[in-house]
């Protein structure tokens, strides 16, 4: 069995951090959403858990970072091609979210960019042509 990665977000407001995340791509999960925390699926694998700040608190005894002022974490999704970051980031855009708030990258083999939701979590959107890393690593 594939392992499941689950990533925690506390937001601000839920109604808009969920259409934030259906809006670039996620689809919500109605199976664990409640008036508290949206369960937005980027893959079989991939979830992120937005959660109300008073849910979210359930879950640590730490102070929640205010991600537009902090940096809490940084979060790499994986995309299909060069254009796929791009469509992604552009989404990101159109539903409010801050767009490259990071250095975009581009080593010809492997291409990136971020965006920023509305809570200030940052997300890099990364491709990479695996066999032509490979190759540009054993040359290095």
Not at 27 to 35: A, L, M, P, V, Y
Not at 88 to 95: E, F, I, P, R, Y
Not at 131 to 138: C, E, F, G, S, V
Request: hydrophobic share 45%; with cysteine; proline share 4%.
């Amino acid at each position: 069995m594939s392992k499941l990665i689950f990533i925690n977000l506390p937001v601000s407001d839920l109604p808009r951090a969920t259409a934030f995340y259906e809006a670039v791509g996620a689809t919500k999960n109605e199976q664990f959403c409640d008036g508290t925390a949206s369960c937005m699926v980027f893959s079989e694998t991939i979830h992120a858990m937005l959660l109300t700040h008073d849910k979210f608190r359930q879950f640590t005894p730490k102070a929640i970072a205010d991600a537009k002022t902090s940096s809490e974490v940084l979060i790499c999704i994986s995309a299909d091609s060069r254009e796929a970051v791009d469509a992604m980031v552009d989404k990101a855009w159109t539903a409010g979210g801050k767009v490259d708030p990071c250095p975009k990258q581009d080593y010809g083999f492997m291409y990136g960019r971020s965006f920023e939701d509305p809570d200030g979590h940052i997300w890099e959107v990364m491709w990479m042509d695996v066999a032509a890393a490979q190759t540009a690593m054993a040359k290095a």
